[in-house]
């Protein structure tokens, strides 16, 4: 009885700073207005969402990391990529920052393309937990055979990115490193680098991390060695990427797998529909709800200030700018997508008119 009103307290605690999450997220979205009269460009679209959101200083570095404490927060870069190739940028697009949690998506990618859509839902999971993307407890309350859901929950979560880095092929952490980076290099169209400040600053500060790993391997939902396993989740965590790189990368799941700049198959259709769907039910976070609810886009954030989202069969927008909101989700970034998609009739439930 001691133990039921202990773990009921907590869930109270966790429910009222849920509500405290979203009350500061609704307040960082901008008020909706009138749709345009004229669907602008791309461009107008873009120079618009940069101009009138440039002055916005509201959010935080994330501080938990060295690295990014000390990121510039007037920085601030927004790029589409079209389905068809083309490019369109405004401030600091091209400005490298660490890609952080957006990386899960295109590990997803890899691990659908080698193990299974089967597999990965039975190993690991594609549900919202409902909990902090870097939460221990989602991992106890999910082990719940009645749930039907794996443990981990889902793979942009940390538990999740962290089981699916597991399943990687590969010998040797260098190896399944490898299989990675040469992933996300296609998806990008070139060759990315590792940042190994920020993967040095990560790996000392990783004890949470690890023991996620541990508790996950007591479960039998790791499929490899913890400290190993640690060691190549953080460096996926800690390439490089700029706003453009995201947007190419989102592109690619845009056009089905086909990176619209190289021309490469980088992976199928299928696969990209299946990333896209997780990244539309966890890909903010907390708030992944409230933000399909308002922009209707699949996307995925990271710590590191990134963001992209994709419109399937059309673009992808990626925003750069460090300050996040509570939730984790850069504050400037969610703005200026919601401000685009809306000028450009983006959201993808939207019924269209006769």
Not at 79 to 95: C, E, H, N, R
Not at 134 to 152: F, H, Q, R
Request: hydrophobic share 40%; charged share 15%; aromatic share 8%.
């Amino acid at each position: 009885m001691t133990k039921m009103k202990s773990l009921t307290a907590h869930l109270l605690t966790v429910s009222v700073a849920s509500y405290a999450f979203f009350g500061i997220i609704s307040e960082a979205y901008p008020r909706d207005v009138a749709k345009p009269t004229q669907t602008p460009s791309i461009q107008q679209a873009i120079d618009q969402a940069y101009a009138h959101y440039k002055t916005v200083t509201d959010g935080t570095n994330a501080s938990y990391i060295s690295y990014l404490a000390k990121a510039d927060t007037k920085l601030y870069g927004i790029a589409v990529v079209t389905t068809d190739g083309k490019i369109f940028k405004a401030g600091d697009a091209d400005y490298l920052f660490p890609v952080e949690s957006i990386a899960k998506v295109f590990t997803l990618a890899h691990v659908l393309k080698t193990q299974g859509s089967d597999a990965l839902q039975k190993k690991i999971g594609v549900n919202a937990t409902g909990l902090p993307f870097n939460s221990a407890l989602a991992i106890e309350l999910n082990n719940d055979k009645l749930t039907g859901s794996p443990p981990p929950g889902n793979p942009l979560v940390n538990a999740g990115a962290i089981a699916a880095v597991s399943l990687v092929e590969g010998d040797t952490p260098d190896a399944k490193w490898e299989a990675l980076f040469n992933t996300a290099s296609a998806f990008a169209g070139h060759k990315l680098t590792l940042n190994k400040d920020v993967y040095n600053s990560e790996m000392a500060d990783n004890e949470h991390n690890l023991a996620i790993a541990v508790l996950l391997r007591s479960y039998n939902y790791l499929y490899a060695d913890p400290a190993e396993t640690i060691d190549v989740y953080t460096r996926e965590c800690s390439y490089n990427v700029t706003a453009k790189d995201l947007a190419v990368m989102g592109a690619t799941l845009a056009s089905g797998g086909i990176n619209p700049v190289t021309h490469q198959s980088v992976t199928d259709a299928a696969t990209s529909a299946r990333v896209l769907a997780v990244m539309a039910t966890a890909g903010l976070y907390n708030t992944s709800g409230e933000w399909l609810y308002n922009v209707g886009l699949p996307a995925k954030s990271g710590v590191g200030g990134g963001i992209v989202a994709v419109v399937p069969g059309k673009m992808a927008i990626a925003v750069y700018s460090s300050p996040l909101d509570a939730a984790g989700n850069s504050v400037r970034g969610q703005m200026a997508i919601k401000s685009i998609a809306h000028d450009l009739g983006l959201n993808i439930f939207t019924v269209p008119t006769k």
